[in-house]
């Protein structure tokens, strides 16, 4: 697994900060449904953090229904998972991100149209 340079937030815990690291590559299939997940070790290494931080980001992760356990395999991405992440993600954009967004366009005086056609100014 390639080592990947994070700047952790203050703001939340690193392992829900791993967590989101691991729901984004669910979601761009950098790990697909039915794939293996590194073990706990390497994705530790990868992200410059502790074991134990990585173990408790798949724990919940398995919580929540994304990832199974399989003996002898290690954490794997459960089947059907991705529409379900994309479901939820969508939601929680439009409910979270969305308004704070929308309030800045607004503020700024820019034009969605205008910023997909690359003329901000």
Known sequence: MK???HKW??????????MDEVIAAI?????AEGQRLPSVR????????????SAK????LQ???LIESVRGEGFIVKEGVHA?????????????EWPHLRARL???DLDLKALFAGSAE
């Open 3 to 5: 080592r990947r340079p």
């Open 9 to 18: 937030q203050n703001e939340q815990p690193i392992y829900k900060q791993l």
């Open 27 to 31: 979601l761009d299939r950098t790990y």
């Open 42 to 53: 390497a994705l530790a290494e990868a992200y410059n953090v502790n074991p134990l931080t």
């Open 57 to 60: 980001a798949y724990r919940e």
């Open 63 to 65: 919580r929540e229904g």
């Open 84 to 96: 379900s992440l994309m479901k939820r993600e969508r939601s929680r954009f439009i409910k979270e």
């Open 106 to 108: 607004a503020r700024l």
